[in-house]
């Protein structure tokens, strides 16, 4: 949509800020429901490739099928339409695209699901998909995956499954969290590229003294932080106690959590101030403008971003985060599986499978890749002889990893991880002490119970 609507939003930030009162997924999720009225999503159709004229609702049968899509920052939504013209091509479908800010999409999704929704939307792989298939918001994909299954590896194949075993989803691509910075500014400054917690600590020193931020950070739409969450408890606590946290299996006040926060506090004086009141693409724009030294997140954010300001990527690298515990090293890692969903009120999905089929092929990850410099193609066949310096290195990395999380708000309760976990974070930033760290975790055990219960 080009009018991009923030309402939704707005909401969702302001109750991020209230951890106090236990608020499971469904009453968030039905507040945001009665905001978005008859649906922020529906009703924001915009120019993908063709305008729908309006609301979105289903493809109406034969050759036309409606795809929701939240790639709606300048550099995917090239990227997007990209894909959506080689399927078009390929299958003979029109395709009507209605594009939704990114934040907006996903903070209404399931009032949108069960609303009037696309054929196709644009989503998201591991829990967060199981989620809606298990409350039957999607169609199943069994019959597709068995034209494209021979194109993708089993950890891809497990990613697009629910836990009924069902495919619920067809991927595009996927990308690593790591530590970015300009190669410039290390080569200025002296600086060398850490592999341990002490060696990180005392390089962010070393910036602090040469005038810069050592960390920048924003936080404003709630989810960047849940990423260093997620890193932390994974070089501390390891892959498997990640997962069980999030499945609320191990509980919020266990003293592993604890260790956590403690040890993002010893970060704390390193990171960018006011980052709840500052979004990502500033803090991308921090480091791009070499007031920044580094800044931890996901390729298909900062990367992107660059492209999307007219930066050059040459100068921009990335390392692993570093080692803290030996036994975990840095062998784990957030790398987000993207792809693509049909709504179970698709009005066409014969059609959506259609094209479905062709975007699990190499050929048209290749063309979407083609616009994209920041992502990395699953399907084993695609054949992206464009790949720059930053996707290559994603490649290794990924592929060094003994287990890749889906992110904090993926691998959890949606609800759940976008409002209470993403509010407890804010305050912990907001006040990095021994008591607020307790606090938040009693009540996000509160709320956990409460909300795993009724899942």
Known sequence: MDEIRT??????????HDVGAPVGRRSFLMGIAAVAGAGVLAACGTGGNKSSGGASGGGGGGTSVTFGSNYSDPAPKKAFGSLISAGEKSTGLTVKVNTTDHNTFQNNINSYLQGSPDDLFTWFAGYRLSVFAKQGLLTSLDDVWDTIGSGFNDATKSLSKGADGHYYLVPIYNYPWVVFYNKSTFEKNGYTVPTTWDQMISLSKDMK?????????????????????????????????????????????????????DQWRELMPYVQSSSTGRI??????????????????????????????????????????PEIDPQWGQDFMDAPTDGFCISSKAKNPSGAKKLLEYIGTGEAEAAYLQYDQWDVALATDAKVPTYNAIQT?????????????????RDSDPGFAD?????????????????TIKSIQSSLEAQAKTVFVSS
Not at 7 to 16: E, Q, S
């Open 419 to 435: 409002n209470t976990v993403a509010a407890a974070i804010d305050k912990f930033i907001e006040d990095p002490t021994p008591g």
């Open 280 to 321: 990502w693409q500033d803090a991308a724009k921090t480091l791009e403008s070499k007031k920044a030294g580094m800044l931890f997140q996901g390729t298909n954010q900062v990367a992107a971003q660059y492209v999307t300001d007219g930066k050059g990527l040459d100068d921009l690298d990335f390392f692993v985060y």
């Open 209 to 261: 003294k040469d005038g810069l931020i050592p960390f920048a950070m924003g936080q404003k739409d709630g989810w960047p932080a849940l990423g260093t969450f997620d890193i932390l408890n994974l070089r501390i606590n390891g892959y498997e106690f990640h997962e069980a946290l999030c499945q609320h299996q191990v509980a919020w006040t266990d003293p592993k959590v604890t260790a956590v926060f």
């Open 393 to 409: 290195k994603s490649v290794e990395v990924i592929r060094k990893s003994k287990s890749v999380a889906q992110f904090l708000d």
């Open 7 to 16: 309402t939704a939003h707005d909401v969702a930030a302001a109750a991020r």
